[in-house]
């Protein structure tokens, strides 16, 4: 049977782009100690989504440190032409590295922390270059 205790708590914040978003989350390990993460999602019409190592190579904290496939499709298949298959690239990083220590004491009710916010920004910026990027 599943108490209340098995779950922990979560905060999300996400930025919406027209061919991305961001999402940081911070997860309760245990009370007042958190693990904080970044995650890019590239959709298909976003350059990096068919460049999965340039899309690792992005400027996250200590690196890439997870990447997934997403393909989300109705249920009972494409009925109408309105429906489609969804695909998504999930790229990110964690902030529970060697001498990350200040960042488990940061508690999501302050906010994102301000580095993490600067990462954030240096992440919306590469990625933008990337799509912006004219092959001559």
């Given at each position: ?32 100690n958190w693990?904080?993460n ?9 350059k ?8 690792k190579?992005?400027?996250?904290h ?7 496939f997403?393909?989300?499709e109705?249920?009972?298949?494409i009925?109408?032409?309105?429906q489609?298959i969804?695909?998504?690239?999930q ?36 990625v ?9």
């Amino acid at each position: 049977m599943t108490t209340s205790s098995d779950f922990k708590k979560q905060h999300s914040w996400f930025i919406k782009k027209s061919t991305f978003s961001i999402e940081v989350i911070a997860w309760e390990m245990n009370e007042n100690n958190w693990i904080w993460n970044v995650y890019v999602y590239l959709f298909q019409d976003n350059k990096l989504f068919n460049d999965v190592e340039s899309a690792k190579n992005l400027p996250f904290h200590g690196g890439c440190t997870f990447d997934k496939f997403y393909i989300k499709e109705p249920a009972l298949g494409i009925k109408y032409d309105w429906q489609k298959i969804d695909k998504s690239l999930q790229v990110g990083c964690d902030y529970d590295h060697l001498y990350d220590d200040y960042f488990n004491q940061c508690h999501p009710d302050d906010g994102i922390p301000p580095a993490i916010i600067s990462d954030v920004d240096r992440l919306i910026q590469a990625v933008e270059e990337f799509n912006n990027d004219i092959i001559c």
